[in-house]
C-alpha cells in the first residue's frame, strides 16, 4: 500500500484474482481486470476500500463489471450475474 498514492501498487506482471460471494455465489476477478498499469514500471490494483461506521467496505466497480454483465430484474427486485462473453 501506498500512503502517499492512497493506492495499492503492484508488479505489472501479477497472476492475482479476488474473489467475491455474493448470497452464496462466488465470482472470480481476474488479473487482467485487477491491474492498472499507469506507466512501464507502475501497476496499481483496481480495488480500493473505503471506511464506513465499523468496518471496510468495497464497491464492485469496473474490475467486477468488466467480467461479469449485471441483470437487473425491476418485477422482483433482484440483481443478478453473468460472465461476461469477451
Known amino acids: 500500500y501506498d500512503d502517499e498514492l492512497d493506492l495499492y501498487s503492484i508488479d505489472c506482471n501479477a497472476d492475482v484474482t479476488a474473489n467475491v460471494n455474493i448470497a452464496g455465489a462466488n465470482f ?3 488479473s487482467t ?5 499507469i506507466h512501464d514500471d ?8 473505503f471506511e464506513m461506521f465499523w468496518a471496510a ?4 466497480g469496473a474490475p467486477f ?3 461479469y454483465c449485471t441483470v437487473y430484474d425491476v418485477h422482483n427486485k433482484q440483481i443478478g450475474f453473468a460472465k461476461s462473453l469477451q
Request: one cysteine or more; charged letters at 15%.
Open 28 to 30: 472470480t476477478i481476474e
Open 33 to 37: 481486470n485487477l491491474i492498472i498499469k
Open 42 to 49: 507502475l501497476c496499481i490494483l483496481a480495488l480500493h476500500h
Open 57 to 60: 467496505q468495497f464497491i464492485l
Open 65 to 67: 463489471i468488466k467480467q
